[in-house]
């Protein structure tokens, strides 16, 4: 039932290494990070959970097909992942408080329209328990990731951190184009 793969995909589509100026921000506001990441990563979880057992609906409901979804799906995710791997101008302003951070860290960072697209499709094709299953071990991941940044914080070097996010922002990119290639191929030469 998990597939290693596609815990991989999830992982690098939530992209846990593209949140952590959002918690350095806050580190520097003397909030508490620790709890912010926690409480981040279970509202982001609530997101996805909410999409495997409603986002294939939607399908019905707005009348799209597969194919179709695949490729708007692939272009937000190729969207996301350009974002990702272009250097960003400092994101370390004044946040507001933990509550608006923690929002702003479960979605649109880490659940964002790419996260939801994914997900759709994904639960749509293989089905929410495999959907499911692989989706939280990779939320597991995230949350190791966020926690041990956490306890971490004051000896992370931030270039680093921003060269992770950037190398997942292109493996992200490229499952972005095999999406759209996917959903092309199928939509326009499949009889």
Same mark, same amino acid.
């Given at each position: 039932?998990?597939?290693?793969?596609?815990?991989?995909?999830?992982?690098?589509?939530?992209?846990?290494?593209?949140?952590?100026?959002?918690? #350095?921000?806050?580190?520097?506001?003397?909030?508490?990070?620790?709890?912010? %990441?926690?409480?981040?990563?279970?509202?982001?979880?609530?997101?996805?959970?909410?999409?495997?057992?409603?986002?294939?609906? $939607?399908?019905?409901?707005?009348?799209? /097909? !597969?194919?179709?979804?695949? #490729?708007?799906?692939?272009?937000?995710?190729?969207? !996301?992942?350009?974002?990702?791997?272009?250097?960003?101008?400092? =994101? *370390?302003?004044?946040?507001?408080?933990?509550?608006?951070?923690?929002?702003?860290? %479960? /979605?649109?960072?880490?659940?964002?329209?790419?996260?939801?697209?994914?997900? =759709?499709?994904? /639960?749509? *094709?293989?089905? %929410? !328990?495999?959907?499911?299953?692989?989706?939280?071990?990779?939320?597991?991941?995230?949350?190791?990731?966020?926690?041990?940044?956490?306890?971490?914080?004051?000896?992370?070097?931030?270039?680093?951190?921003? #060269?992770?996010?950037?190398?997942?922002?292109?493996? $992200? /990119?490229?499952?972005?184009?095999?999406?759209?290639?996917?959903? #092309?191929? %199928?939509?326009?030469?499949?009889?």
């Amino acid at each position: 039932m998990l597939d290693f793969s596609l815990i991989l995909q999830f992982f690098v589509l939530l992209n846990p290494m593209s949140s952590l100026s959002v918690l #350095i921000s806050a580190y520097k506001q003397k909030m508490d990070v620790r709890k912010l %990441a926690i409480n981040a990563v279970m509202a982001a979880f609530a997101i996805a959970l909410c999409m495997v057992f409603v986002g294939p609906y $939607l399908f019905s409901l707005f009348g799209i /097909t !597969l194919n179709s979804f695949k #490729i708007a799906g692939g272009v937000v995710l190729f969207l !996301l992942g350009l974002d990702t791997i272009r250097p960003k101008q400092s =994101t *370390e302003g004044e946040f507001g408080q933990v509550e608006a951070l923690i929002s702003i860290i %479960a /979605t649109p960072l880490l659940t964002g329209p790419a996260t939801i697209s994914f997900i =759709t499709l994904k /639960t749509f *094709e293989i089905g %929410a !328990l495999a959907v499911l299953s692989n989706l939280i071990v990779a939320f597991m991941g995230v949350f190791l990731v966020f926690y041990t940044f956490s306890m971490m914080i004051n000896k992370v070097n931030f270039k680093l951190v921003g #060269i992770a996010s950037r190398i997942l922002g292109l493996f $992200l /990119t490229a499952v972005a184009i095999e999406m759209i290639a996917n959903g #092309i191929s %199928a939509l326009f030469f499949v009889h």
